[in-house]
């Protein structure tokens, strides 16, 4: 078993992490492999890492998207990929009475960008005691996250994550401020960089999102020099061929050397 959800904050207070998986479980086996290869990486590059994947995608554009085992089947996966690979694990809730159960296995509670002003959500997840992940609505100025910070400190919980995912601009776009990293890193949490949500086309496919995965290393680069304490990558064996986000996410094969780009630009000493 890895280590336990206040260390794993504490190691996300003094140096570097990456939240990297597959968008949604698309199977066990899939989970496992990933996981495997991620656990790998994290070893040789001796990175914090957290295997990220979601048991149901509750806000898929279109009806008839997938939107993966559901909570049942998609915990238990995710139990196993923490017992066989030792890496902690994080996931998104979507109701406040699904905090308390994803709990039992998750290490990092997500919270969608969509939701990320559902105040009862914020505080079933608080009131768990894990570690708090809240992605910045698409349609929030960076300092409007003060707000979601107050509530989950009013219930009692400190360790939290704050993450920049893009904000709207115009239709089926978005754009990234960097100074956000610097704005909500001004609010006293670490701040993580969603390198490959980023790079979304909301709804750009009409009845799915479209992406430009080929942005992701320049993101990414720019959010660590910027000052990103993490990076959230949504990552696939392959993506063309991903039941969801498979336009904005990355190859597998290609996740060893971003990553090594990434730590090459965090060892530089911050100019702040």
Not at 28 to 33: H, S
Not at 73 to 79: I, K, P, R, S
Not at 255 to 261: G, Q
Request: charged share 20%.
């Amino acid at each position: 078993m890895g280590m336990d959800s206040a260390a794993l904050y504490a190691k996300s207070l003094t140096g570097p992490f990456v939240l990297a998986g597959p968008c949604v479980l698309e199977s066990r086996q899939m989970a496992l492999d990933v996981a495997r290869e991620l656990a790998a990486i994290a070893q040789r590059l001796d990175l914090t890492l957290v295997f990220k994947s979601s048991y149901d995608k509750a806000n898929r554009t279109s009806a008839t998207s997938f939107r993966g085992p559901g909570l049942d089947m998609g915990l238990a996966w995710l139990a196993e990929v923490r017992e066989v690979t030792g890496l902690p694990v994080v996931t998104d809730i979507h109701l406040p009475g699904q905090a308390e159960r994803v709990a039992e296995v998750a290490d990092v509670l997500q919270i969608p960008a969509f939701l990320c002003r559902q105040t009862d959500l914020l505080v079933a997840a608080a009131e768990t005691g894990r570690i708090v992940n809240v992605k910045k609505g698409q349609f929030l100025a960076p300092w409007d996250m003060k707000n979601a910070a107050d509530k989950l400190r009013s219930a009692g919980n400190g360790r939290f994550w704050l993450t920049e995912r893009g904000s709207c601009f115009g239709y089926n776009n978005l754009v990234v401020d960097m100074r956000s990293l610097s704005i909500m890193r001004s609010l006293g949490a670490p701040v993580v960089f969603d390198a490959t949500h980023s790079v979304q086309l909301p709804g750009g496919q009409g009845g799915a999102s479209g992406g430009q995965r080929e942005f992701v290393p320049a993101l990414a680069s720019a959010a660590v020099a910027a000052g990103a304490s993490g990076v959230f990558l949504e990552v696939h064996p392959d993506p063309d061929n991903a039941l969801c986000d498979g336009p904005n996410s990355i190859a597998l094969s290609k996740v060893e050397a971003l990553l090594r780009r990434l730590l090459a630009l965090w060892s530089v000493p911050n100019a702040e």
